[in-house]
């Protein structure tokens, strides 16, 4: 059957995903003894061909794979595209001395690329990060066979078999029940204008008296730092200037070996002047 499949001359189908997945359907699956020759040949040849047909038999394990996944309201056809991704990375890595049928191999990278499919765009903001999030919201979303709320048994037991607290799972479960809102209405009449966040939330970055009122503070914290710096002492307000103000900066040592005093005085002189300079910014 791998000569089979070899001489056939597969051209994926454009259009709809049921024309795909008759196309896949047609794909000859490999025996063990075919397998094992391709996964052999790239392994250690790196033979391409042998990558192109082993890709080729597996197209509808994805395709099974992918059809796990549809309530998560995202397009078949995408989950399906990423599982593919999941199969190449599987074929490549896969080492044919471990003692197992590539399918084997490849569903965890199939599922590993869907998921992360899934997690980016489930909802606009990740509700998972984490691997223990990760695991937390497949398994939940498996576990809730409705809309509703689990209840407090079913929180326990959900916590004792993922060892996590319960806690952990109501946080996902609110996570999983939070809706994607946008931000102007889609329908402009009174009520979506009043519900939507564009009308409740405000941009203040243009506002004139806002803007007025940081230049202002912003310049009488300029005033007060260089009312405080001309009121130091003239040692103190060296320090201060080789320490922050210049380019290159002045070490301690430098500074002791100037003012002809030790580096941890140095060091007080600058703690003393800085929390001059605090206080007279806080008031």
């Not at 074929?91 to 599922?111: Q, Y």
């Not at 009308?199 to 405080?228: G, I």
């Amino acid at each position: 059957m791998g000569k089979n499949l070899q001489k056939l001359q597969f051209a994926a189908p454009i259009g709809s995903l049921e024309a795909y997945i008759h196309w896949v359907n047609q794909i000859p699956l490999l025996s063990v003894e075919e397998e094992k020759e391709l996964t052999h040949n790239l392994y250690y040849n790196g033979d391409l061909e042998a990558a192109r047909q082993l890709i080729l038999s597996h197209l509808r394990f994805v395709i099974r794979v992918a059809k796990g996944y549809g309530g998560y309201g995202l397009p078949q056809s995408d989950l399906i595209q990423e599982g593919n991704i999941g199969l190449m990375k599987a074929v490549k890595r896969f080492n044919p001395e471990v003692g197992v049928r590539l399918v084997s191999f490849a569903v965890h990278w199939i599922k590993a690329e869907i998921h992360e499919f899934i997690l980016k765009n489930w909802k606009i903001v990740k509700v998972a990060t984490t691997k223990a999030q990760r695991k937390l919201f497949f398994n939940l979303r498996k576990a809730s066979k409705n809309l509703t709320w689990f209840s407090q048994k079913e929180v326990q037991d959900l916590a004792n078999d993922l060892k996590v607290s319960e806690k952990d799972v109501r946080k996902m479960e609110a996570r999983l029940h939070l809706q994607d809102e946008t931000f102007d209405p889609l329908i402009q009449d009174d009520d979506s204008e009043r519900q939507s966040p564009a009308h409740y939330l405000e941009d203040h970055r243009y506002d004139p008296a806002r803007t007025l009122e940081a230049e202002d503070w912003s310049e009488s914290r300029e005033q007060k730092l260089h009312l405080v710096m001309a009121n130091l002492d003239e040692r103190s307000k060296d320090i201060l200037q080789q320490r922050w103000l210049v380019d290159k900066k002045a070490t301690l040592h430098e500074l002791a070996s100037k003012y002809n005093v030790s580096a941890e005085r140095i060091r007080q002189l600058e703690k003393n002047a800085m929390n001059k300079i605090k206080e007279s910014l806080h008031n």
